[in-house]
Nanobody
Framework: QVQLVESGGGLVQAGGSLRLACVVSGRPFSSFAMGWFRQAPGKEREFVAAISGSSYSRYYMDYADSVKGRFTISRDNTRNTLYLQMNSLKPEDTAKYYC?????????????????WGQGTQVTVSS
C-alpha cells in the first residue's frame, strides 16, 4: 500500500511562509510524479504544483499561475519526501493542501491523474 502523510500546515500572516512536507511510503518514491493540490470550502480541488518522477534525465516542474513565483516544489528521494515551500502567502491561499502521487509520466496537473492521496494539511493565511 502507498501512504502519503502531509505536515507543515498552520496559521500564518499574509506575506509569511510555510513549508509543507509529504512523506511517502509503500512504493519507490522516485518513480512517482508528485503533486500538491488544494481545496477551499465550497471550491473544487485545484492544482498547485507538480514535479516529475525518475523517468527523465532531470526533474520537470509545473505550477499554477496563481502560485508561480511564490511557491516551490521539490523532492528529496533519499527521504521519500515531497516539499512545498510557500512564500509571500496570501489569504486566497487558504485551503487544505493535499499531497498526491501519480504513476503517470511528466508532470500531471489533473487530480484524476493521481493514484494516491494524503489526508491533507490545513493552511490558513490571515490578512
Amino acid at each position: 500500500q502507498v501512504q502519503l502523510v502531509e505536515s507543515g500546515g498552520g496559521l500564518v500572516q499574509a506575506g509569511g511562509s510555510l513549508r509543507l512536507a509529504c512523506v511517502v511510503s509503500g512504493r519507490p518514491f522516485s518513480s512517482f510524479a508528485m503533486g500538491w493540490f488544494r481545496q477551499a470550502p465550497g471550491k473544487e480541488r485545484e492544482f498547485v504544483a507538480a514535479i516529475s518522477g525518475s523517468s527523465y534525465s532531470r526533474y520537470y516542474m509545473d505550477y499554477a499561475d496563481s502560485v508561480k513565483g511564490r511557491f516551490t516544489i521539490s523532492r528529496d528521494n533519499t527521504r521519500n519526501t515531497l516539499y512545498l515551500q510557500m512564500n509571500s502567502l496570501k489569504p486566497e491561499d487558504t485551503a487544505k493542501y493535499y499531497c498526491a502521487a501519480s504513476t503517470r509520466l511528466g508532470v500531471p496537473t489533473s487530480p484524476g491523474l493521481y493514484n494516491y492521496w494524503g489526508q491533507g494539511t490545513q493552511v490558513t493565511v490571515s490578512s
